[in-house]
């Protein structure tokens, strides 16, 4: 059974900085593309960067530059560094797990990916 749990989210003062982690079971994080997305309350989920089996990255624009994607192979985890946090980052934010990145034109690109984690949820306050 394939699970991705994410971890890290809770409350940080804007400006302020926050790494999740997304640890990864059943699959190998290095042969699969890793995504993070968010979502509010009625909005569709927004994909905010991906990282590919062989280590490209895509979307970082979606961040403005204060997001980073990583992976762990020993610990099979992927990480979201994320800085300079303001208030409209406030969100569950969760990662995700497929063959390959989105295509970045891709619209509803959660479609792209195969395995979910449950969601963290991240509170910046002004």
């Known amino acids: 059974e394939v699970q991705l749990v994410e971890s890290g989210g809770g409350l940080v003062q804007a400006g302020g900085s926050l790494r999740l982690s997304c640890a990864v079971f059943?699959?190998?994080?290095?042969?699969?593309?890793i995504s993070w997305f968010r979502q509010v309350p009625g909005k569709g989920r927004e994909e905010i960067i991906c990282?590919?089996?062989?280590?490209?990255?895509y979307g970082a624009d979606s961040g403005q530059g204060r997001f980073t994607i990583s992976r762990d192979s020993a610990k099979n985890t992927g990480y979201l560094q994320m800085s300079s946090l303001k208030a409209e980052d406030t969100a569950v934010y969760y990662c995700a797990a497929g063959w390959v990145c989105a295509p970045e034109d891709m619209s509803e690109s959660y479609r792209a990916y195969d395995y979910w984690g449950q969601g963290t949820q991240i509170t910046v306050a002004s």
């Open positions: 990282l590919s089996s062989n280590g490209r990255t």
């Open positions: 059943g699959i190998t994080v290095d042969e699969y593309a």
